[in-house]
């Protein structure tokens, strides 16, 4: 019988959240600052997660002995309705999709198209931005992230109609359920804000997805779009079941392919107006890189401190910031035990700011990110998750990121309508504040 090391620390909780009550992340950091590094428990009155941030322990839930952590229960179950059993999901289903939606997020093939997503995100962004007009920033990114990945991805399977409709229904889905990510106590039969929003939104996304999946199956899946590869892939697999296999894999992915990258995105701007030094020498280099031109990927290798700063971006906001397990079997962590059927709670965000791994873990930093720099710990930092589950996207997202940011900064120059830090709201993902605004200025070349 496993025996702990040291009694388990427990650390009050609810009054975080409490006094922390219109930016609930800040409850987390500050239980994961006192923390620091070990596993304690968090007394949420009758729930009580273990918080997992150390490295160390980090590898051993999400690689080591990942089966016995899988993703239900707290932040999973609400979501259930949105994410379905396919790529987002544990055991035979995930295992299943990994294996057809592997193929469209190699390196390999994320290359083959980044040509084209250059010339994609050009063409939006001119057609997006009103130089000296103020404008939501979540969605003025949203505007450029989801079209792009819809037209690489999904051809003409999804008009513009749709990406019209999929857009604020994703953008209500991820957030309309964040009061029960902080209150996983409360039953699901007892009413809570979000609960209808988030039914209309899954709604909404059904209904423009389950027609082209019919549309791809009455043509035996022909053609080379994300569609017609996933109806091939499941055409063993007939009627509604197979109709609801697709829609899963098919929303998980536009999810991880577009939620992510546009959240993450929404952060570089209130981090340049923040680091006028960081944004000098990122200013610098996508003029004496990229000048007047549009961007491609040729461009890509000699954005050396533009690449930093998206991993810097990733490192203090990424967007999965809160990533639960519930534990099958009884487990020993950091030699303390974990009981079977509890949750613990993984957040790169917090771990990504240990004062023990990180320097100035506050700080947004490029250098750390430096041709050469080498890290204390392998999983000191797992923006994409880490294990059998990392995120499948993260070779597109480090394609489209520079492609955008570069694309905008070769004509504009940011200016954020905000007063005071930029701080995050609650959702799955990691959001700025709501209705965040700029304003892009045409550069001024002589």
């Known amino acids: 019988m496993a025996i702990d090391a040291a009694p388990t620390r427990t650390l009050p909780f609810l009054r975080k959240l409490t006094r922390h009550a219109r930016i609930p992340v800040n409850a987390f950091e500050e239980a994961g600052t006192q923390a620091n590094g070990d596993l304690v428990r968090l007394h949420m009155g009758p729930f009580r997660p273990y918080l997992v941030t150390h490295p160390d322990h980090v590898q051993h839930v999400l690689a080591r002995n990942q089966p016995n952590y899988v993703r239900e229960g707290m932040f999973w179950d609400p979501l259930a309705p949105l994410l379905g059993e396919g790529i987002l999901s544990d055991g035979d289903s995930w295992a299943e999709s990994r294996r057809i939606l592997q193929p469209l997020f190699t390196a390999k093939y994320v290359n083959s198209l980044a040509e084209r997503m250059a010339e994609i995100i050009t063409e939006l962004i001119d057609e997006t931005v009103v130089p000296g007009r103020p404008f939501d920033v979540a969605k003025g990114v949203s505007a450029i992230v989801h079209p792009t990945i819809v037209r690489l991805f999904f051809g003409a399977k999804i008009s513009v109609a749709d990406i019209n409709r999929l857009v604020p229904a994703y953008d209500v889905a991820v957030t309309a359920k964040a009061i029960r990510l902080v209150m996983p106590f409360v039953p699901d039969q007892f009413p809570m804000p979000g609960d209808q929003p988030f039914k209309k939104a899954i709604k909404a996304i059904d209904e423009v997805v389950y027609p082209r999946i019919r549309q791809a199956r009455m043509t035996d899946g022909e053609g080379d779009d994300v569609v017609s590869r996933l109806v091939k892939a499941r055409e063993d697999i007939a009627g509604a079941e197979g109709e609801r296999r697709i829609r899963d894999d098919l929303v998980a992915m536009h999810g991880a392919s577009t939620e992510t990258s546009a959240t993450a995105l929404t952060w570089a701007w209130p981090v340049l107006q923040a680091y006028p030094q960081v944004a000098a020498k990122l200013y610098e280099e996508v003029e004496r890189v990229v000048g007047d031109d549009p961007v491609t990927t040729s461009h890509l290798p000699d954005l050396v401190y533009l690449r930093m700063f998206v991993q810097e971006l990733l490192r203090l906001y990424p967007p999965g910031w809160i990533l639960p397990r519930k534990a099958l079997q009884k487990d020993v962590v950091g030699g303390v035990t974990v009981e079977a059927g509890s949750t613990v709670m993984l957040s790169p965000y917090l771990t990504h700011r240990l004062p023990r791994f990180w320097d100035r873990p506050l700080e947004f930093d490029p250098e750390r990110f430096a041709p050469g ?36 900064l070769r004509k504009y120059r940011p200016v954020v309508h905000h007063d005071g830090p930029v701080t995050p709201r609650l959702a799955s993902s990691l959001r700025p504040v709501a209705g965040l605004s700029m304003t892009l200025v045409p550069v001024e070349r002589r």
């Open 373 to 408: 720099e080498e890290r204390s710990h392998r999983y000191a930092y797992w923006p994409f998750g880490a294990g059998p589950h990392v995120c499948l996207g993260q070779h597109l997202f480090m394609m489209e990121a520079p492609l955008l940011i570069a694309g905008i």
